[in-house]
């Protein structure tokens, strides 16, 4: 019988009502050992050359990794690079990678080389598979360029636009470039939102200093409506010296819009003294300079958030690792494949500064391709973000659910999955009403727990009664109340009969529905503006329990 999933992640509190004695915790990815991808193709010959700005997208057609990534050129003793080219290659495992030759790009006299795009000054950019659009628009690829005249006039760059149908061959439309002025001069996330029909720039402004997300929207990729910051460093939860948000990748994950942010530590009010002069020994700023991944979330793509639990996703490595001083991880975002996210990085030996640049090309001889490679991280499924218990049990107690729509009333759960580890522990459930009632057959003295490791581990109860009869007496939904006992819980997901795929199309919608703004249509006023009245709380605008949750902005009660 096909049946549709709901999953319920713990990155929020959308879903949860109450919880005790657990801790949520952000979780690291797992590093693969070895760089995936440095410069030793026999076209690689200058030791002024490092790999940079890494941008992998994935074909599920021909299931092959394809990665872009720029070789920039930077002489000993000089901070801004002499030039930078672009590079192609492929992969099927995403770790064992081939560079072809693609005889497009002439260099030291030689079409044999792997380059797409010719050396130019400066050239940044961040492609997206769009196969929302024509064939010969399906590649998207925002980008800046910089001229020795344009930094000699002190020129913002400012983002252009190119299509491709293979993302090869590129057409750069005259008619509309640039698109958008006044960013900065760096990292920025591209991004296209099907459900809401938008494209979203996650970029740092101008000025950037100290640096923060701001976000950008455009329907047509031509005329962008500027959002304002949404994420700025700095907060109560943050060290001190972490006040700068370096850029953001940013991915879509179930029900959740995803950030890889970039932080970065450099000592208050002094940054720029900070990155051309190493802090003295004993001043405590042992951590200038280094900059990891950490976590950021949101349910609409506008209003942002990041765990109380500033632990990195992706940390830097210890010394001496291809990854010990900075990590930046693909520009447009990660990949997710059967659950599983791959997260690409470009990895630094040393800190954002120049002192710690300088000290890396001591230690190398000046040659900058051992300073820097292509790593890979992964995050197993729904592993961002866990509530933990210890020795002393805890429980949490999620919101109503099923029994939603009253066309889909006769629909429950007829499985309960979680993803867990419970291999030192315990974790047991039971289904409560909402008013604290505990439903005869699924307590949890009927409850069959897990005490194992692994994702799809099943919850059953000693009736043996199918879940999905609890529907017609409990019309409105229950509540499920899980207990834990050194354990860390990722995800809990309900299995629910679907055979004709109503439910499905039903959520679908759903979710495509809670985008829309709806608007006025009275006479003697524009239909495109908003309604008249009282606005709703924050939070209660969309209460359909799918991408945005119950009431997402409502928190659980924490003890």
Not at 18 to 46: F, Y
Not at 337 to 343: A, C, F, L, N
Request: hydrophobic share 35%; proline share 7%.
């Amino acid at each position: 019988m096909d049946t549709y999933r709901n999953k319920i992640l713990f990155i929020d509190d959308a879903f949860l009502g109450e919880v005790h004695h657990l801790r949520r915790c952000v979780n690291p990815a797992i590093k693969h050992p070895e760089p995936v991808l440095r410069l030793d193709a026999p076209w690689d010959q200058s030791q002024h050359d490092s790999f940079n700005y890494t941008n992998v997208l994935y074909d599920t057609e021909a299931k092959q990794f394809r990665m872009w990534y720029v070789v920039a050129g930077r002489h000993p003793g000089q901070y801004w690079e002499e030039g930078r080219k672009t590079a192609y290659a492929t992969s099927h495992d995403g770790i064992h990678w081939e560079k072809p030759i693609m005889n497009m790009v002439e260099m030291n006299g030689s079409r044999e080389n792997n380059y797409v795009f010719p050396q130019m000054l400066s050239h940044n950019h961040n492609i997206i598979d769009d196969p929302w659009d024509k064939p010969s628009r399906r590649y998207k690829m925002t980008f800046t360029v910089e001229s020795r005249e344009s930094r000699w006039a002190n020129e913002h760059s400012a983002i252009c636009l190119a299509f491709s149908a293979d993302g090869i061959h590129w057409d750069r439309p005259r008619s509309v470039n640039p698109i958008l002025r006044g960013v900065s001069d760096d990292l920025w996330g591209f991004i296209y939102d099907p459900d809401r029909r938008v494209y979203q720039l996650y970029t740092r402004r101008v000025p950037n200093l100290p640096r923060d997300i701001s976000l950008y929207e455009s329907r047509d990729l031509v005329n962008w409506e500027d959002h304002g910051r949404i994420l700025v460093g700095g907060d109560a939860l943050d060290g001190p010296d972490m006040f700068n948000l370096h850029g953001m990748a940013p991915f879509f994950y179930e029900d959740f819009c995803l950030g890889l942010l970039g932080t970065m530590t450099f000592q208050n009010n002094a940054e720029t003294y900070t990155v051309f002069n190493r802090p003295p020994a004993g001043s405590g700023l042992d951590q200038l300079g280094f900059l990891d991944v950490q976590l950021a979330f949101s349910r609409d793509g506008a209003q942002w958030a990041r765990p109380d639990d500033r632990s990195p996703v992706v940390p830097v490595g210890e010394p001496g690792a291809p990854d010990a001083g900075i990590v930046c991880p693909a520009v447009n975002g990660p990949i997710v494949i059967d659950g599983d996210t791959w997260i690409f990085y470009t990895a630094f030996t040393y800190r954002h500064t120049s002192w710690s640049m300088q000290e890396a090309a001591e230690a190398t001889g000046n040659d900058a391709r051992k300073s820097h490679s292509c790593m890979l991280a992964r995050m197993p499924e729904d592993h961002w973000v866990s509530l933990d218990a210890g020795s002393q049990e805890g429980w949490f107690l999620t919101r109503p659910y099923f029994g939603v729509p009253s066309q889909l009333a006769n629909c429950a759960p007829s499985r309960l999955l979680v993803n867990a580890d419970a291999e030192s522990g315990t974790i047991e459930a039971e289904f409560l009403t909402p008013y604290g009632k505990p439903v005869e057959g699924f307590t949890r003295a009927d409850c069959i727990g897990i005490s194992a490791n692994g994702k799809d581990q099943e919850i059953k109860w000693k009736s043996g009664i199918d879940p999905a009869g609890l529907a017609e007496a409990h019309r409105g939904g229950l509540c499920l109340k899980f207990h834990l006992k050194n354990a860390k819980m990722y995800s809990c997901s309900y299995l629910e009969p679907d055979p004709d795929g109503s439910i499905r199309r039903y959520w679908d919608n759903a979710r495509w529905n809670e985008a829309i703004l709806h608007r006025s249509g009275n006479w003697g006023r524009d239909s495109h503006l908003p309604a008249d009245g009282v606005s709703q709380p924050p939070g209660t605008q969309n209460a359909s329990g799918t991408r945005f949750g119950p009431n997402p902005r409502a928190p659980a009660k924490w003890t």
